[in-house]
């Protein structure tokens, strides 16, 4: 296991507390920053819409019976790759978010830094930290 992700900002949205958990020492043992976990909606709009430096989102669909588009939908107006982390078939993420990455659960550590390997490279600001 290497740093692969080292300098990347990895927002976690997940409601299962051992997955996002387990999500988090991932990439953390990949070198990322995990800035969570969030396991509300409300919480995850807030930060998504906040002011920290976020390069991608792990994102699980349902929080506690919510989707959690409204917060992908921040995350993407900032310029944030959103990875969909989900047991639901594909076709059942809605097609507005076609362009997101989905990982499938049960996930395996390799499939989740290939999909976050896959995220462009983006400037981060000067006041980002």
Known sequence: MGMELTG???MV???DYVIAQSLVVL???AGANAIGPFGWLDEAIRHAASDAYID???VDVNLHGEYSYPAVDALLARGAHVVFMTGYARDSIKPAYSGCTVCTKPFRRAD???ALLSVPGRQ???HAS
Request: glycine share 0%; charged share 35%.
């Open 13 to 15: 949205i997940e409601d």
């Open 8 to 10: 990347k900002a990895v």
């Open 124 to 126: 981060r600001p000067a």
């Open 112 to 114: 989740v830094v290939e």
């Open 56 to 58: 991608a989102a792990l």
């Open 27 to 29: 990439l953390r043992s």
